[in-house]
């Protein structure tokens, strides 16, 4: 490892991408969630196509509702330079992010290495390999994190940040959970992208439902471990209702209509 706090080589990712889309309906009735286009483009060809730009060669995907367009959209992954790993969880019940990721451990754990966590229902710009450059292995987890009032209802989280770096810093509590913890100097949200450490996986119950927040990050917190976090320059979008695909979409072309788009 080399970088400011740490480059990490040969980095690995898992995309989710089993959530039932339900917010998103009547789209996701028959086009899974991440296939949803914002702006004339999947999202999930969006995310290959960053975490390909991070350093990325070796990618997974757990799948559940209409997995099979999925496998079938994706393919190997060359098309992004990629090769694309499926964790197909169709034969029982929907894991959840951390079901999902522990579902993964074998895939993620390989190479022992931090790996990048994307939630299959985002739109952002962050550059994805400055994330995992200014990941700590001392941590077991640096979140992305974004500030916007609009969004209250997402995952909060206090942050405190470091001295000579405040783009990062450490997390106190999530949804002010831990308590007793130093006060935040502000909170922001957890955007659904993150660098973790394989070893958080031990922490998440195997072969049983569960989220990575409840699952892994609040336990691994109440254990004493640190948690990270990182805040990147960009724009970032929970793709969660038909109503925030077209405010998303709304926005990128018009920034591709005055030449600033992405």
């Known amino acids: 490892m080399d970088h400011e706090f740490g480059l990490v080589r040969s980095p690995r990712a898992f995309i989710l991408a089993a959530g039932l889309g339900t917010r998103l309906r009547p789209l996701t009735e028959r086009v899974p969630k991440p296939l949803v286009e914002v702006a004339g483009v999947p999202m999930l060809d969006r995310t290959l196509s960053q975490v390909a730009a991070a350093g990325v060669r070796d990618a997974a995907l757990n799948v559940f509702h209409l997995g099979d367009a999925i496998r079938a959209h994706v393919g190997d992954g060359s098309r ?10 169709s034969d029982g019940e929907i894991l959840g992010t951390g079901g999902g990721l522990r579902n993964a451990r074998s895939f993620l754990t390989e190479n022992d290495t931090p790996f990048l966590l994307v939630n299959g229902d985002v739109w952002h710009d962050f550059d994805l390999r400055r994330a995992l450059q200014m990941h700590d292995r001392a941590s077991v987890a640096t979140l992305v994190v974004h500030r916007d009032e609009r969004l209250p209802k997402v995952h909060v989280v206090g942050c405190i940040p470091d001295g000579t770096h405040d783009q990062t810093g450490r997390v106190t509590d999530i949804h002010g959970t831990p308590a007793g913890g130093p006060a935040p100097a502000w909170r922001a949200i957890y955007t659904g992208v993150a660098v973790l450490e394989p070893r ?7 072969g049983q439902s569960s989220g990575l927040v409840d699952g892994a990050l609040w336990p691994a917190m109440r254990h004493g471990d640190v948690l990270r976090y990182v805040e990147p320059s960009g724009h970032w979008f929970d793709i969660g209702t038909p109503a925030s695909v077209l405010r998303a979409s709304t926005w990128i072309l018009r920034r591709r209509a005055d030449g600033t788009g992405i």
């Open 80 to 89: 992004w330079g990629l090769r694309v790993t499926f964790f197909d969880e």
């Open 200 to 206: 958080l996986l031990d922490r998440i119950p195997e």
